[in-house]
T-cell receptor, first 115, second 110 residues
Framework: AQKITQTQPGMFVQEKEAVTLDCTYDTSDQSYGLFWYKQPSSGEMIFLIYQGSYDEQNATEGRYSLNFQKARKSANLVISASQLGDSAMYFCAMREGGRGQNFVFGPGTRLSVLP | EAQVTQNPRYLITVTGKKLTVTCSQNMNHEYMSWYRQDPGLGLRQIYYSMNVEVTDKGDVPEGYKVSRKEKRNFPLILESPSPNQTSLYFC?????????FGSGTQLSVL
């Protein structure tokens, strides 16, 4: 079974609008971390945001926020005020505490921002 | 500048010819790992290392070897590459949570 599910292979959003990228995860660990990474067409992996399983507040980093719903095992990324430069591949990832530092990634969502 | 350096950036080889992709980090991180990225599958962990001389298999270790003789270096070795190992490879390191990635190595095995 997939540990990280991203159900949206591709998304479109109008410039300046907000967009939510979905991510659900599966783990039996109590301690884990959730991440989002951005991969532009140039190929590098850019860290966006992190949420620890014990963090009570949703993480925010500038225009990025992580909507963490622990009971539903979801960690959706919200991008506010989309910009053309946000067009990229976005990966949700999880660090499982039970297996040392095993990081698991989802299949990704390709976001296209329309002018 | 803090960074993870991978080499080469692009590599074309033939089936069965041993190759090594190098990875080096200058941040004194204990944890390092290798991933391969394939369309529709995201990144999958190949091997990881918690410290010098400590390595463990990730989710897709078959056909790969690694070594960690010193903290800064974590090379990925393909003893006998096959076409199904054509992929984009990333090395990463972390002090705790956030992964720092190298710029990637695009490998094509003919």
């Amino acid at each position: 079974a997939q540990k990280i599910t991203q159900t949206q292979p591709g998304m479109f959003v109008q410039e300046k609008e907000a967009v939510t990228l979905d991510c659900t995860y599966d783990t039996s660990d109590q301690s884990y971390g959730l991440f989002w990474y951005k991969q532009p067409s140039s190929g590098e992996m850019i860290f966006l945001i992190y949420q620890g399983s014990y963090d009570e507040q949703n993480a925010t980093e500038g225009r990025y926020s992580l909507n963490f719903q622990k009971a539903r095992k979801s960690a959706n990324l919200v991008i506010s005020a989309s910009q053309l430069g946000d067009s990229a591949m976005y990966f949700c990832a999880m660090r499982e505490g039970g297996r040392g530092q095993n990081f698991v990634f989802g299949p990704g969502t390709r976001l296209s921002v329309l002018p | 500048e803090a960074q993870v350096t991978q080499n080469p950036r692009y590599l074309i080889t033939v089936t069965g010819k041993k190759l090594t992709v190098t990875c080096s980090q200058n941040m004194n991180h204990e944890y390092m790992s290798w991933y391969r990225q394939d369309p529709g599958l995201g990144l999958r962990q190949i091997y990881y290392s918690m410290n010098v001389e400590v390595t463990d298999k990730g989710d897709v270790p078959e056909g790969y070897k690694v070594s960690r003789k010193e903290k800064r270096n974590f090379p990925l070795i393909l003893e006998s590459p096959s076409p199904n190992q054509t992929s984009l490879y990333f090395c990463a390191s972390t002090p705790n949570e956030k992964l720092f990635f190298g710029s990637g190595t695009q490998l094509s095995v003919l």
